[in-house]
């Protein structure tokens, strides 16, 4: 009797046991991360809207998590050069990076030099914010509509600002050239986004388009008018300027700015490298949908003008997957705005 007493504790402690490993591969807490150091790398330099993404959800991840998350910085190449290093980081999540999907998307659609990784093989934790680009002009400016933009646009004398080819800056009025049969020429060479926006205010550019939150300060000074919202729908901030997709020509035009839209829409996301532990990738999908969607995380998102846009890790797969498969056209101006 004593024998099969003792065989069927065993038998417990194995159902026991079975169950908490189910629950960890469902997603539940599971203490993998426990007393770990986990890096959260930004790809650019401190003191911009990912820096401070990143700086935010570290201290509250870790403590889901039980870990610490430590910010790195690792800027070079737009971005690229953190790409490729997460792309072959050991796939366990002690490395995580929060991506600009334009740029990852973009770069791979288009090919460009130096792209060693797919968009469709890292691991998504989860979608952190997301919001369309912006077209503002100065406010002493000539340009005060977006009929105005167009009108300039089809003299040829229209002058937009970007910090250098296959940025965010340089892709939209390459797109917004083709899909409205008007010509736009880019100005680069500024040292960064506010020596570009100084540009913009001092007259040397007519127009500027970058993300609504890098957007918000000028516009709120008094000193930039928002013109042209790149995005699917109008913005809450000012609800009466018009999307790209308002002005619009044919259906190819609006196919093609209505992917640009969703690539943009596309945001930034916490992603981990390519096959990842699928039960350490769920407890960390988990850990952050937990702690981006409580109401303190997101009051303090909006108090920084960063607001946060929750997706989760597998609904931000099936978007990369369905980026993955643009209109050709598009393909083309993304090799152009890669190539400069």
Known sequence: MKKLHIAALAVIAMVAAAGCQSQGAAGKASG????ETINLVVPFDPGGGYDSYARQLAPALGKELGAKVVVVN?????????MNELSSAKPDGTTLEILNMTGAVGSA???????KY??????????IASEPDVVIAAKKGAIKSSADLVAAAQKGGLRFAATGPGSNEYVDPLVLSKALGVNNKIVTGFAGSGE?????????????????????????????IPILVLGSKPVAQFPDVPTMLDVAGDAASKEMLQF?????????????PPKMDQARLAELRDAFAKVVQEADFVAEGEKAGRPIVYKSGADVAKTVDELMNPPAAYVDILKAAYQG
Request: proline share 4%.
């Open 260 to 272: 640009h839209a969703h690539l943009l829409e596309s945001g930034r996301t916490i992603a981990a």
């Open 118 to 127: 797919k968009p469709q093989d890292f691991s998504y934790v989860g979608q």
């Open 32 to 35: 993998n991360f426990k007393g």
């Open 74 to 82: 690792k800027p070079g190449a737009g971005g690229l050069l953190a």
């Open 196 to 224: 570009a926006a100084l540009a913009l205010l001092q007259g040397h550019v007519d127009a500027y388009s970058r993300s609504l939150g890098s957007q918000l300060p000028t516009i709120k000074s008094g000193d930039g």
């Open 109 to 115: 659609l288009a090919g460009a030099d130096g792209v």
